[in-house]
């Protein structure tokens, strides 16, 4: 799943053996607009949003390795599509010798993207094609993520984390004594990974250093983890629950997510914030389903470069986010009386549950009442 320019988009896996992979935009109310499919593969896998376009991979996913009938879909794919509009898209090359795409990540303004299977590979789009740039010792290289100006990379080879930075890759070390790393979220200014098979959260402090913060009740994998309003969630499998971090190691259920009888493995697959809700895919029901806990406003879209007037302001019963004067997100409705906000915690600007502001601040304001949207505009307007 992705968030972009204010749509929340989902690719599928249809394993008949006449159905391919498709992607869909979901319009509220349980409304999901059919965006088309990209080739004969039977899957969607990876998806980013690289200069301002909404880019997805394809795979013939193995759906065996979730102890499901196998596809009789055969056709490949490691195909990667960007969308135009519509059910249009427009092919942007194959990864040489990929029959999945495992992982798609932005870094340093360059689109990169991984192999799900063997042969491993990992490889930018440069001109028009895709530049092979290595893997760590040979390993798979899957989900991939940016922190702290370095590509985080899981793998299903050994249990290792790697990173990458623009040029070689460096082995960050083995997280316990599991087979497989899965997903990345940062918590608090930390980056964290989920596992197989040990079911465990681990958190980054150094180069083969990795504090364990706990196992998610007694599931074996950890797959799509997401900080949603101030909370660490994370899905799983084999039942396809959904785990909120308590601290101190500690992990409770908030929910059981497919029901599906009659399997062997469940899971609570990908996360992805939308609308102030958070959301979660499932295996094999198919299924998406959406949390919201107190209120959020978000901007769904990439930040624009450069410097830029924010203002974020609560009034009227709702939350409202203002970028160079212009209304830029909205949370929904809430009686301010149902929420007791009192509490000892200092204010962090820059700082908080999720990752920290690396950049410049300039023209900080704090102010005891809510501004109206003409001074917001004023503010936001550049001085001559």
């Known amino acids: ?87 249009n898209w427009t092919a942007c090359g194959q990864l040489p010798g990929v029959e999945a ?17 063997k042969p491993a590979g990992f490889f930018r789009y440069e001109n028009n094609a895709w530049v092979d740039c290595g893997v760590p010792e040979g390993k798979r290289v899957e989900a991939l993520g940016v922190y702290n100006d370095f590509i985080y990379a899981s793998s299903y080879d050994g249990g290792k984390v790697y990173r990458y930075d623009g ?18 979220t940062v918590y608090k200014g930390k980056l964290l ?42 899905g799983t499998l084999p039942l396809a629950e959904v785990y909120s971090f308590e601290g101190r190691g500690k992990w409770v259920k908030s ?7 009659d399997v062997k493995y469940r899971r609570a697959w990908t996360m992805a914030e939308h609308e102030g809700k958070l959301f979660c895919s499932t295996l ?7 949390l919201e806990c107190g ?28 970028v160079d004067g212009k209304l830029s997100a909205g949370s929904s409705l ?13 204010l962090w600007i820059g700082k908080g549950m999720g990752d920290f502001f690396c950049g410049k601040l300039s023209d900080m304001r704090i102010y005891d009442r809510a501004l109206d949207d003409f001074e917001i505009n004023l503010l936001a307007t550049p001085k001559q």
Not at 50 to 57: E, I
Not at 168 to 184: A, K, M, R
Not at 206 to 229: C, F, H, P, S
Not at 284 to 290: M, N
Request: glycine share 12%; charged share 20%; proline share 3%.
């Open 1 to 87: 799943m992705a968030t972009h320019d204010g749509a929340l988009y989902a690719g599928t896996c249809e394993p008949a053996k006449n159905s391919t992979g498709r992607v869909y935009r979901y319009e509220k109310d349980k409304n999901w607009v059919d965006c088309g499919g990209l080739d004969a593969s039977n899957s969607v896998t990876a998806m980013a949003v690289y200069q301002g376009k909404l880019y997805a991979g394809t795979g013939k996913y193995r759906v065996a390795g979730s102890s499901l009938p196998e596809s009789e879909n055969t056709n490949l794919g490691g195909k990667i599509f960007r969308y135009e509009g519509g059910k």
């Open 101 to 117: 795409v495992g992982g798609m990540v932005v870094y340093r303004n360059q689109l990169y993207a991984s192999s799900l299977y």
């Open 167 to 184: 040029k070689s890759w460096t082995d960050c070390g083995q997280l316990g004594d599991n087979t497989q790393t899965y997903s990345f």
């Open 193 to 234: 990974c989920g596992t197989w098979p040990s079911g465990k959260v681990y958190q980054f402090e150094d180069i083969n250093q990795w504090t364990d913060l706990g196992r998610l009740g007694e599931e074996l994998e950890v797959m799509g983890m997401a900080v949603y309003n101030g909370r660490l969630l994370a």
């Open 255 to 261: 929910a059981r997510l497919d029901h599906t009888p």
């Open 284 to 290: 094999p029901s198919g299924k998406i389903h959406a």
């Open 295 to 322: 209120r959020v406003a978000s901007m769904e879209s990439t930040f624009p470069d450069g410097w830029h007037h924010v203002s974020a302001v609560k009034r009227n019963g709702q939350l409202l986010v203002f």
């Open 334 to 346: 809430f009686n301010s009386s149902d929420f007791d906000l009192t509490n000892t915690a200092p």
